[in-house]
T-cell receptor, first 112, second 115 residues
Framework: DAKTTQPPSMDCAEGRAANLPCNHS???????VYWYRQIHSQGPQYIIH???NNETNEMASLIITEDRKSSTLILPHATLRDTAVYYC?????????????FGKGTKLSVKP | ETGVTQTPRHLVMGMTNKKSLKCEQH?????MYWYKQSAKKPLELMFV???????ENNSVPSRFSPECPNSSHLFLHLHTLQPEDSALYLC??????????????FGEGSRLTVL
């Protein structure tokens, strides 16, 4: 599976958009980009995933560059409850996501 | 509430004790997983079960013994653990096939301390 690179930490003001970048320059054509987050002392939570088109759901938007070498997770109006570690994972799609390999992620701190 | 329930939430045990962690999912999933999260380390996948059969064991020491009696329940039996086994143990479930995103649903974890 392709490796991903994320900044270790980011800050965001409450009510503003949080834009979390992820580099995956070695991604191959059949690999998807998955995003999960982990709020302190809880299990990770699925956010969104995509292959090459931009995706949006009730939690976030995922913007994937045309060359697919990087992506950005956007939380449009960050709240204090969005403070968490965000994981960007690249893996061949289809079937369950049980063999996702979680890295160190980005620790997002939303501040009042 | 994710539909995946883990008990106990906290466990303290000595190195010679035998204890078990329990996981139950009410989502109709047929795949279940145990993950380990040590302090300041990424999540590590330990075991995978599909339709009650173990399909993956990531070189986990034999002092950790999983059991999956049915698709809704998963246990992790603990015996003769070491202090370095202290960690957050997370259970997850997912669908294996047949549509959906295949996303993982995690429980809140069992915080284990080995003295």
């Amino acid at each position: 599976d392709a490796k991903t690179t994320q900044p270790p930490s980011m800050d965001c003001a409450e009510g503003r958009a949080a834009n979390l970048p992820c580099n995956h320059s070695t991604i191959s054509g059949n690999e998807y980009v998955y995003w999960y987050r982990q709020i302190h002392s809880q299990g990770p939570q699925y956010i969104i995933h995509g292959l090459k088109n931009n995706e949006t759901n009730e939690m976030a938007s995922l913007i994937i560059t045309e060359d697919r070498k990087s992506s950005t997770l956007i939380l449009p109006h960050a709240t204090l409850r969005d403070t968490a570690v965000y994981y960007c994972i690249v893996r061949v799609g289809g079937g369950s996501q049980g063999n996702l390999i979680f890295g160190k992620g980005t620790k997002l701190s939303v501040k009042p | 509430e994710t539909g995946v329930t883990q008990t106990p939430r906290h466990l303290v045990m000595g190195m010679t004790n035998k204890k078990s962690l329990k996981c139950e999912q009410h989502l109709g999933h047929n795949a279940m997983y145990w993950y380990k999260q040590s302090a300041k380390k990424p999540l590590e996948l330990m075991f995978v079960y599909n339709f009650k059969e173990q399909t993956e064991n990531n070189s986990v020491p034999s002092r950790f013994s999983p059991e999956c009696p049915n698709s809704s329940h998963l246990f992790l039996h603990l015996h003769t653990l070491q202090p370095e086994d202290s960690a957050l143990y997370l259970c997850a479930s997912s669908r294996t096939e047949g549509g959906g995103t295949g996303e993982l649903f995690f429980g809140e974890g069992s915080r284990l301390t080995v003295l």
